[in-house]
């Protein structure tokens, strides 16, 4: 019987307004309080917290939609729009994976990515992007959540050249999918 397994990766944003342009810079980068869930394996969809107190923040799960690759050693990616037109800043990654069937997974962020199908092979010669990607987070074998520094963020949306992210996950071991 096979088994399809997704895997989220949850993607804190801040995004400027006009009021956040006036504040100092420092203060932007604000960061959650929110309980980070500790097991990696657990792919729920949840609602999440505001960044910071600012409404115009706000977190994206970013969801490989539910595959079964049909060998080990597979590359698969998804692609994803920024949700806004304004300029705003990844500030943490959160991964909910487990390196019982995923050895890695790597976020492109983009102009246009290869596919716009719910996924794709990407190992072969399609690969992620059809421009420049850009790669922004990387995650392997159960690593923790990364939060940036503060007043440290990369920039996606409007005026920064990246209008969607590709999530590419590697596959090793598919037995749990079987």
Not at 82 to 102: E, K, L, N
Not at 166 to 174: K, N, R, S
């Amino acid at each position: 019987m096979e088994v399809p397994v997704s895997f989220v990766l949850v993607l804190a944003f801040i995004c400027l307004s006009h009021s956040l342009e006036l504040q100092n810079a420092l203060d932007r980068l604000k960061r959650s309080q929110e309980h980070v869930v500790s097991d990696p394996s657990d792919c729920v969809s949840r609602t999440r917290q505001p960044v910071s107190a600012n409404p115009h923040n706000f977190s994206v799960d970013i969801r490989m939609p539910a595959v079964v690759p049909a060998a080990s050693d597979t590359y698969l990616c998804t692609a994803f729009s920024v949700p806004t037109s304004q300029d705003a800043y990844i500030v943490d990654f959160i991964p909910h994976a487990s390196m019982d069937t995923v050895h890695h997974m790597l976020l492109f962020g983009c102009l246009t990515p290869v596919s716009t199908s719910s996924y794709w092979d990407c190992g072969s010669v399609q690969g992620t992007c059809e421009d420049e990607a850009s790669i922004m987070y990387a995650w392997a074998r159960n690593a923790p959540p990364t939060k940036l520094p503060k007043d440290v963020g990369f920039k996606v949306g409007r005026s920064s050249g990246i209008s969607h992210f590709v999530l590419q996950i590697h596959y090793g071991d598919v037995s749990a999918f079987r």
